[in-house]
Structure formats: C-alpha cells, structure tokens
C-alpha cells in the first residue's frame, strides 16, 4: 500500500561501528534537550539528556554533543549493536513541553 | 524499573463517538502529560498537568479534549467526538520534577474509523 507521512533521514550502520545522529533544533532560549529511542510499537524511551551549560556528556555507550552557536545537538552511540536498531529523536525543552524533531530511522546491519 | 502504562493498547471507535484513554503514571511522579504522534510524524504535546490543572496545552488541544485524575493514581484522556484525524498513537508520560525526562507509556493506539 501507499506509506504516508515524513520520510525520517535513514542511518545504517555496521554492528560493532561507531553511530552519529544529528539534529537541528529551532528555538535558542530551549535550555535542556534529551535524546530518546523509539522502537517500533513502543513509546519514547529516554537515553540520555544534556543542560545548556554544557556542551557534552556521556552515559554507557552514548555521547552528547550541544552546540549552542549552531543550534546543533549530536548523538553518538559506540560500538553499535542490533538492539540499538531504532528511530531516534531529539527534543528541546522550551517551558513545560518538550518539542520533538522528526527523528532518524538507524539500521545496525549484523 | 518503573513503568508508565496505558490501556488499552489498541482502541478502535467510530467517528463521533467519545473514547477515553486511560495511563498509571509513575507512582510518585508529579507532573503528567500526553503527547500523540501520526503515523510517521513527530511526536506532538497535547498537554500537561500538575497539581491537578492543566498547566499548559497545545493548539491540538481544543475544546474536544479533557484531562482527568480521578483518583490518585489514574490520568486520563477524553476525546469528545472523534474525527478520523484523531487517528495517531496516544502517549501518557510522567516525570518526578518539571523539565527533567520524562517517562513515556507504550501508547495507545487510536483509529478512527
């Protein structure tokens, strides 16, 4: 049948390689961001989140990036395994929601 | 670990007819929201809620929708009259203080038919 909706940009990724997600967020006051995984069927689980006072923070196996000046936030994901197969999403936090971005589709190819 | 839960899972209703979408945040989580997300779109705020009011909403959240913590434990979503493009996947989420990261249910899904 006919798919509708946003095409989400694709990353595919040999298992064991490093992964890098990008995302352009709009609204320069937005003042905490939080990257989450969704697999398909599932809600937003959270990964990892990072404050504007920093520019990067790491968790197990994940890493961070914010830059400010740019409006660009990064998500890195060592030695990428199947399970982290999944869309990913960043969100900015601007008052009392989070906005989220389109998000990308990663494929770890065994 | 702590879980959001949604119920149910999968709800199909007739145009026009009223749905209630039923979550169990977090037991000691204070601030509770929904979000709906079109079939490959983004996830949207619809709402959020503490101190039993809405503290913000959305321009999704028209007249049509109501929220409700009936008792200590369950936040729910009223849809009044459903239109087709009520049609999406229904998240309840809920966090221990605002702006901090929220837990997400496994949704619901609605269609609309």
């Known amino acids: 049948g006919e798919s509708v909706g946003l095409h989400l940009p694709t990353l595919s990724v040999q298992e064991g390689d490093n992964s890098i997600i990008n995302c352009a967020y709009s609204n320069s006051a937005s003042d905490y961001f939080i990257w989450y995984k969704q697999e398909s069927g599932k809600g937003p689980q959270f990964i990892i989140d990072i404050r504007s006072n920093m520019d990067k923070r790491q968790g197990q196996r994940v890493t961070v990036l914010l830059n400010k000046t740019v409006k660009h936030l990064s998500l890195q994901i060592a030695a990428t395994q199947p399970g982290d197969s999944a869309v990913y999403f960043c969100a900015e936090n601007t008052g009392n929601q989070f906005y989220f971005g389109t998000g990308t589709s990663l494929t770890v190819i065994p | 670990e702590p879980e959001v839960t949604q119920t149910p899972s999968h709800q199909v209703t007739q145009m026009g007819q009223e749905v209630i979408l039923r979550c169990v945040p977090i037991?000691?989580?204070?601030?509770f929201y929904w979000y709906r997300q079109i079939l490959g779109q983004k996830v949207e705020f619809l709402v959020s809620f503490y101190n039993n009011e809405i503290s913000e909403k959305s321009e999704i959240f028209d007249d049509q929708f109501s929220v409700e913590r009936p008792d200590g434990s369950n936040f729910t979503l009223k849809i009044r009259s459903t239109k087709l493009e009520d049609s999406a996947m229904y998240f309840c989420a809920s966090s221990e203080i605002q702006q901090n990261g929220y837990t997400f249910g496994s949704g619901t899904r609605l269609t609309v038919v």
């Open positions: 037991s000691n989580h204070l601030y």
